[in-house]
């Protein structure tokens, strides 16, 4: 894309349609002045380019400039509480290597207790325990360059790279939650390397998932898509004979570029990989959980959750609802994560039609299982702001502490 601001690249998409900023706010179903506010150069949440994209029949991409619409990275350098975790990713590097690292060659790396710790830490942060990830990964990564820096040749190199891929892919994860997007896509990066020097393709393809989640959340779309898409293809495996892991990379990887599409005003892309990754769903049987890589979980209950959040970034609430309910006991469970991200997104669906009670509920519920999940989520304080738009009398009492816990005004 080039660099045209997104006002700029709006009003050009908006004449050549013939269109009026009346008639484009009909349309998409916004106000005239959230358009007059992006053509003067303003931004807007995403959802609203998705409605503009959607009302001009292209994608949501080409509203975007190349850094994203409004795009908000939260510098790295301004989050101090990550200088621990910063130094350990991308430490200064030297001629003779990195700054600050010591290696005692006395001592041999134990590669089993290493592994042992990475899996400990990977169920940690599947169960919310951010603030303990945080103090955790600085040291495991360093442990991890030890480890790499030890073993030169032989099979302790290659599953010396193939720990620290891991242990960079939680530090991925973690630093993509808490927004530091760009540390994060480094420390995935040197993981996929990793992965490929070590020739574990397994380790690569997650790499890859969480790659192209951070794409998502950046509004890279067009990449998003791309990148997870032609690694589906490299790895897709054959149904009759592949393992279940290899199956939930698979699948994940198709999830990842339905997402995208979803997101980018490509409503038919996104079923055909969604449907793709039922296919992968149904041939696992049951929900993958056995080892926690970047994926988490996959099976038949995570595809159906996500295609619950592709309806509502299509803006159906009712649909959200509708296949929330449908849901079967029974057909497996998910990490905490991604449940939660569907419960959020039921709330979301409440707010948009104006069941503020039950929204309120949700966040409530939310709120006790995992605070600290929650916390993280911009989309947990637009669905309180839309929640607490629609009172007419004074807030409860748990809307007054949701606000206060997310920070959101008007309480």
């Not at 349609?17 to 009346?22: C, N, V, Y």
């Not at 595809?303 to 592709?310: G, S, T």
Request: hydrophobic share 45%.
């Amino acid at each position: 894309m080039d660099a045209t601001p997104a006002g700029d690249r709006l009003r050009d998409l908006r004449r050549h349609r013939g269109l009026t900023q009346e008639a484009l706010a009909e349309t998409a179903g916004l106000s005239i002045g959230v358009i007059k506010k992006i053509e003067r150069g303003g931004t807007a949440r995403i959802e609203t380019y998705h409605a503009l994209a959607r009302a001009l029949g292209v994608r949501t991409s080409a509203l975007f400039e190349p850094s994203g619409p409004g795009q908000d990275t939260h510098a790295d350098e301004t989050k101090l509480d990550l200088l621990a975790l910063r130094q350990a990713i991308s430490p200064p590097v030297t001629i003779t290597g990195r700054l600050g690292f010591v290696q005692d060659d006395d001592e041999e790396p134990d590669l089993d207790r290493l592994r042992a710790t990475a899996e400990a830490s990977a169920i940690a942060y599947h169960r919310d325990k951010y603030p303990a990830m945080g103090q955790l990964l600085p040291d495991l990564v360093k442990s991890t360059h030890t480890a790499v820096d030890h073993f030169t040749t032989g099979p302790e190199r290659d599953t010396a790279l193939s720990i620290r891929s891991e242990v960079l892919q939680m530090a991925g994860r973690y630093l993509t939650q808490v927004r530091a997007y760009d540390l994060a896509h480094m420390a995935l990066t040197d993981a996929v390397r990793d992965a490929v020097a070590a020739a574990d393709r397994l380790n690569a393809a997650s790499a890859i998932i969480g790659q192209a989640w951070i794409l998502l959340r950046q509004g890279r779309l067009d990449e998003a898509e791309q990148i997870a898409a032609s690694t589906a293809d490299e790895v897709e495996p054959r149904l009759s004979s592949a393992t279940r892991e290899e199956l939930a990379a698979w699948g994940w990887l198709l999830l990842r570029a339905s997402a995208a599409a979803a997101r980018n005003n490509r409503p038919a892309e996104a079923r055909e990989f969604a449907r793709l990754a039922a296919t992968a769903g149904g041939a696992v049987g049951a929900e993958v959980t056995d080892h926690l890589r970047g994926w988490g979980t996959f099976g038949p209950l995570t595809v159906r959750l996500k295609a619950i959040e592709n309806q509502m970034v299509a803006d159906r609430p009712d649909q959200v609802l509708a296949m929330a309910d449908r849901l079967p006991a029974g057909v497996g469970r998910s990490t905490s994560d991604n449940w939660n991200r569907h419960r959020l997104d039921v709330a979301c669906a409440h707010a948009a039609l104006r069941q503020g009670t039950e929204a309120t509920t949700v966040l409530v519920g939310l709120r006790r299982q995992a605070p600290e999940w929650l916390r993280h989520q911009r989309l947990a304080a637009r669905t309180l702001r839309d929640v607490l738009a629609l009172r007419k009398r004074s807030l409860t009492r748990d809307q007054r502490e949701l606000a206060a816990f997310l920070a959101v005004d008007g309480a």
